[in-house]
């Protein structure tokens, strides 16, 4: 375990109101939304930052690899996304 779990445990077992309430509000539908939210519009921040990053590097006269890299990142997000996108509607 590392240092911070097991400061995490001991603080739990300190105040156990606070850590049942810090439970249930992770577990709450409205939270697990929200943070869902979050991480969609911030991994969609980061496919167009990497996008803009390939278009930059062949302004910039980089070598071939890096746009080709980011352009390579770009497409595998994308697919890995369909690929959810798929997966997650036949759980559903």
Known sequence: MSGSTLLNLRHEAK???????HDIEQKDERNVAIRN????????????SVLAAAWLSIGLD????VPLAATGV?????????YLMVRYEREM
């Open 15 to 21: 105040h156990p109101e606070m850590a049942r309430q």
């Open 37 to 48: 939210r979050a991480k969609a519009v911030s991994g969609e921040a980061l496919q167009w």
């Open 62 to 65: 980089a070598p071939l690899w």
């Open 74 to 82: 770009f497409v595998a997000k994308s697919i890995l996304e369909l």
